[in-house]
């Protein structure tokens, strides 16, 4: 069986009670989806111009993903659909204190950003279609450029320092710089510090494009990081450790070869804690018992990994010393579960709630002496039984192959999808239509 194949129709029929609510919104929105992700700035404004859906969450792709289930006005007219990008760029800037600086002090303290406005304040703030911002069918090219000069336009009046990060796929970043689009944007790249944040999750190819069912080649993502540093704009990809059919071993094993393969292109890395979305493969897994997301002390261990390659004085990075954020920790739509609140990891309630404090303290601070304060308490706690535990049944699990667990884990979820009835997702209010 093609697993890939197999996966992506399983996606599919996941996903298929999302594609159909398109219509539930009648007229398109006014404002941006927003969520907020802690990082050195306190926390910074994730926007999320809803158009169209990602196309890869339309194929199927990308297991753990929920990203595009948001509402969609998809019964307007195409025309007033992207038009509204503007109008919720519009807002974006008119809501900018509320929005950005309520969150975050506006210093901009280690960061190595242009600062064309002397003296002004600077701010942190990344901006996405459903799934890319250079994806034509969620933000054509007229529109996004229109973006972007809004957004120039009031640093500019404002005299606010932007550091505006865009979600992009790589391919879509191939396109772009193709038809010489990144090229025509000129200026802009240094006075907004554009960068670019791309989805990757893993080096292997055979967790990448099976286990996550990306369908991205390794030439792809090189080809986009390499276009990302020859126009300035800094290429950020996310790592995502474990998933359905992989033990907690090869969770670590996996995101540390990804990681070290990302700082050999000199890429930053964004690394995601995971969580529980519904409509997904791991989702179904999880409640038919099949899947767990990784433990505490197996994030830990990731991020040991993080920061011991991170402290470096190198020119390109954006952040003072390192070039890393941590996400996961908060999310649009809000996860079930995520690693902190899992009532069925190794680690105790208590051992959970340090690490989350730790890890807020860190993606906030970027201070390694205090995370590891923090986690030492973890250390100690006799919850540690069970982890050890738990790491002597996934050896077992490991004596066969992978892709015989996957094929087992695929057979799972087709059994299981006639009685699957997911909650309806919440958005955060301040969040949709207006
Ligand atoms: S991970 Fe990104 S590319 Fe994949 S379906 Fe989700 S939004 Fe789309
Ligand atoms: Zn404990």
Known sequence: MNLSLRSRELMKELRKVTYARDDILDRPLDRPYVFYAPNLCGSYAIFIFGSYRCDKYLRGLCTPCHYSGLLHPAS???????ASILDQT??????????????????????RLNRPH????FADLQIAGEGS??????VPPEIRREVLRRLVEFSRRERINLHVGLEVKAEDVVHAEARGELESWGRWVEELNLTLIMGFESIDPFVRNVIFNKDLSLESIER?????????????????????GMTDAEAVADAVASVRWLRSRD????????????????HVLYHAGAYNLIDVRTAVGILDELLAGSQGESPVHYHAGDDWNIGGVTSEPDPEINVFTNERAASCAACRGAFRAAVWHLAQRHDVVGYRERVSAIEACACR???????????RRSARPIAE??????ERVAAEIPGYRPGRTVLKSGAGAG
């Open 267 to 282: 890429a930053g890395i964004y690394m995601m804690l995971p969580n529980l979305q519904p409509h997904t493969i791991p």
């Open 76 to 82: 307007a007219p195409r025309s007033e659909v992207f």
């Open 405 to 410: 667990r996957v094929e087992e884990d695929l």
């Open 118 to 121: 002397e003296g002004g304040r």
């Open 90 to 111: 519009d807002y974006l800037l008119a809501h900018f204190d509320e929005l950005v600086f309520a969150h975050q002090d506006g210093r901009g303290a280690g960061y």
């Open 385 to 395: 039984e069970r982890h050890v535990e738990s790491a002597r049944s996934d050896e």
């Open 224 to 244: 986009a990081i390499s276009i990302g540093h020859a126009r300035g704009m800094r290429p950020t990809c996310f790592v995502y450790p474990g998933n359905h």
């Open 133 to 138: 911002f250079l994806r034509d069918g969620e």
